[in-house]
């Protein structure tokens, strides 16, 4: 995967994977694919530090450290000279939501996700001292550091200077480079300097995430928005030991289930998106991921076992809106699950030259 690939649609080309499937993967990865994985990771390696600071011109904030962003599905106003307030085109991404700290962020993710992948199965140092660069850079270095808030997130101009889908942001990118970063830290591979920034950033935005209203918000949300809540506090209190804030979003899980899955296994918030299979897709992901994380039997929960068993027999011919072609390459990982944790053996992945290929086949099976 590139990263021109990868932003495509972060949420559904990173994995979050248990430390047990980390230790499977650096086991049985074959030779072959290794190499084909150390061949993607060289872009990786040469992305260069990136830090809220960078950006060239402040819009929203007055602290270069503040993280800010803009709506993706918002659009200046057609009716207005100054195109204010913008107004929302759901499925339509507007190219301008990218400049500034969203690049940069996701920048940081992809590079961090692939560095901590290679230096889990490998050991190989040069892996390990770019990312450590890195997370200084954006995270910890005093002049560079982001805030840790996201008071500036997904803004619409004339409306807004930030509302709660900039939690969307951080979690989709660097909470997943954060699950890699949790198994390194279990293997004992994170200096201990690096760990305690790190740890100190994310217990200065773990508060913030649970006090402001931004995060109150997101998680009385009835869909995605959510379970994107509950993964990325999950991960968070995992990568921090808060074995409280573990029970907490264990708790919740179910209730997730019961206000978001029908007994047919419909999700029907997502149904109704304009590109409804990637966000169905998407949040199948996170309610698989945050189980996995867990370490749930994820049979055991019925409503997800029909969410799995719908997606089975809906995804090769979707009929629910879809206004973008869905890239069918995402369902290698939903094989892979679907075999793995709810014991359905009816797929193989299909041969690609995309991460979840890579990284999967060798454990599961594929086309030959």
């Known amino acids: 995967m590139t990263f021109d690939e990868f932003m495509q649609d972060p949420v559904n080309t990173l994995y979050a994977f248990s430390e047990e499937e980390l230790r499977n993967i650096k086991r049985k990865i074959s030779e072959k694919n290794l190499q084909q994985l150390q061949k993607l990771a060289e872009e990786a390696l040469s992305l260069p530090l990136q830090s809220v600071t960078y950006k060239e011109e ?8 503040d993280y800010e962003s803009f709506s993706i599905y918002s659009w200046p106003n057609p ?8 107004i929302k085109r759901d499925g339509y991404q507007n190219p301008m939501h990218l400049r500034n700290d969203k690049l940069a962020l996701r920048k940081v993710s992809y590079a961090v996700y692939y560095l901590g992948l290679l230096y889990y199965i490998t050991r190989s140092k ?67 300097d690096l760990f305690r920034g790190l740890e100190a950033w994310l217990k200065e935005f773990n508060h913030w995430l649970t006090e402001s ?20 506090q999950l991960i968070i209190s995992i990568f921090l030991d808060d074995y409280y804030m573990m029970i907490t979003v264990k708790t919740r899980y179910p209730l997730r289930m019961k206000e978001q899955i029908l007994p047919n296994g419909e999700m029907p918030l997502e149904l109704k998106r304009v590109n409804s299979q990637n966000y169905y897709f998407m949040n199948l992901k996170l309610f698989i991921e945050i189980g996995k994380l867990l370490c749930l039997n ?18 090769l011919k979707w009929r629910f809106n879809q206004a973008k072609p869905f890239t069918k390459l995402y369902d290698n990982y939903f094989y892979y699950c679907a075999r793995q944790y709810f014991g359905i ?3 193989s992945l299909k041969k690609a030259k995309s991460l979840q290929y890579i990284i999967l086949v060798d454990i599961y099976g594929g086309e030959k």
Not at 79 to 86: A, Q
Not at 213 to 232: A, P, Q, R
Request: one cysteine or more; charged letters at 25%; hydrophobic letters at 35%.
């Open 213 to 232: 209203e931004f995060g109150k918000e997101m998680k009385e949300c009835t869909n995605n928005h959510s379970l994107v809540y509950d993964y990325l």
């Open 58 to 65: 402040m819009i929203l904030v007055k602290d270069k450290h």
């Open 298 to 315: 994820l049979k055991n929960y019925s409503l997800l076992s029909r969410a799995v068993e719908f997606y089975e027999k809906e995804h």
């Open 79 to 86: 009716d207005t000279k100054d195109g204010l307030p913008y």
């Open 126 to 192: 040069k892996y390990y001292l770019r990312l450590k660069e890195h997370l200084y850079c954006f995270f910890i270095r005093k002049g560079t550091r982001m805030n840790p808030n996201l008071n500036h997130g997904q803004a619409m101009p004339g409306i807004n200077t930030g509302q709660r889908g900039g939690i969307i942001d951080f979690a989709v990118s660097f909470g997943y480079a954060l699950s890699i970063l949790q198994g390194l830290k279990s293997e004992g591979l994170l200096e201990s």
């Open 345 to 347: 053996k009816d797929f």
